[in-house]
């Protein structure tokens, strides 16, 4: 992380010293040098230069150490949408390659998109999960991330929340990296459990809610913006749409009335709105940005829309722009708490003992670290301070004990010997009968009181031993 931290640090220094608007520049710039050199192929949009490369990489390797785990957050752009609104096809057309298809959620794990343009003529492709870098091909990709899906979230259809990151270096992609998540379904189909909908909920907003993350919201030209599941979840995070995209697909099915959706914008779509046409049945890429372009040339109602909001290059361009701006930005504050992290760690390994000579040195510094265990169980457990563990939940004892009580308290009044309107009356008649005696009248006897009770703790004995 050392070599990572100084590399961030010395391109971040370098990148604050440019303005945003020179950093949004920075593709068209590129495209100009095409046009004067004369390059007849110009990728889908131009790659980062090399100053701006370098910062992408680092952002990867950060997300790479899981430094996000330690509660820094990276600049991320996070690709949400209701289930079939077309999410897929869009990643394929900026990606130029298949992902997996079928019926109900594709995507069952977050999916880290890593895409690099350079000039090889052969794509290179790998997955990375679980510790492990696959190598495939475009002809088998989308197998391969249906296995690796499997592996992580088994191969029923759950989900899982463990990330698996594909990388695509090809010639004519952008230089992107965004974060697929499951489509948003509030129906489970076979094999789903029933809370899929709060499972997949959860992810979208883990991921959504940090100030640095970019949502890309797409949105199907088919359906009313405003009933849109999607569009709901980034406006509790995001009220203003101040760092949300929209990709409004199947622009083709649905013409009309599509111009005064994305003018009016009902929905505070914050970073602008961009309509595309994605690829139908076997066109290849190269067919299916011909046909978008005269789409939106030519169609009497589609070729009202600014051409500054239509098509996939137009896409790929705004989401460099975006990302190397809130790169820029954020870079400077992750170096800051970054080198934080480090000098606390720096400080709390100083404290470690040093080499122990003697037995009553290592007597004193077991003493000293039980002590300080001591200190921190009871700041967590009894006053309940958890300054020490602010991102560690299971470290806030007191809110996770309240949880337990509450479980327990559920389960005891949920439990079958609660059920009032079973034999419990014939029952108490039969142990009356079983301890009789002479006795005063209308008094319980001990033994049946003992009998009954002791029954009743018998049956929820086990109870209190699963809680602990």
Known sequence: MGLVLRHCGSVSEEMSNSSENEVESLPQSIEEKHQELGVSHVPIVSSFNERIRPLLDAVDKLRHLQVMKEGIQLPTIVVVGDQSSGKSSVLESLAGI???RGQGICTRVPLIM??????????????EFNGKTVPTSEAKIANAISLATDEIAGNAKGISNTPLTLV??????PDLTMVD???ITRVPVHGQPENIYEQIADIIMEYIRPEESIILNVLSATVDFTTCESI???QKVDKNGERTLAVVTKADRAPEGLLEKVTADDVNIGLGYVCVRNRIGDESYKEARKEEADLFENHPLLSKIDKSMVGIPVLA????????????RC??????????????????????PKTLSSVGEALTTFMSIVGSAKESLNKIIVRGEYDEYLEDKNMHCTARLVEMLNQYSGELHNCSENDLTGNFLMDEIQVLEEAKGIELPNFLPRTTFLSILQKKVEKVSHIPVSLC
């Open 232 to 234: 709901r979840m980034s």
């Open 168 to 173: 695509v270096k090809k010639n004519g992609v």
């Open 98 to 100: 298949s992902l997996p």
């Open 331 to 352: 870079l400077p504050e992750i170096v800051r708490k970054i080198n934080e992290k480090l000098n606390a760690s720096i400080s709390e390994l100083n404290r470690m």
């Open 181 to 183: 998540l499951p489509g």
């Open 317 to 328: 361009q705004k989401l460099v722009q975006i990302q190397a701006t809130i790169i820029a």
């Open 114 to 127: 890593r895409l690099q343009h350079h000039t090889a003529p052969e794509p290179e492709l790998s997955l």
